[in-house]
């Protein structure tokens, strides 16, 4: 008896296996990018500092979600601190 070959955990072109972390690597970013030009009256450094203190709060989300809710959460903190 032969044994099976383990397969890898995410496959070359599959968007959604359980290593992929494109998501996850590309949401800080692009919602610092979108929230600074929708709070452009906010100092750049405030909306980062806001981003990145959300995704720390995020920090359990699963990657396909964390996308929306963490562009969700930082633009509501910035709202409430207005």
Known sequence: MSARPLLPAS?????AGPTDTHDEDDA????????????????????S????????ELDAVPPGALPELLERLARQRLRSSA
Do not use: K, M, N
């Open 49 to 56: 500092a806001t981003v990145l203190r959300c995704r720390r």
């Open 11 to 15: 496959l070359p072109g599959d968007d």
């Open 28 to 47: 800080v970013p692009h919602t610092i990018t979108r929230l600074a030009a929708e709070f452009s009256g906010r100092p750049v450094a405030v909306v």
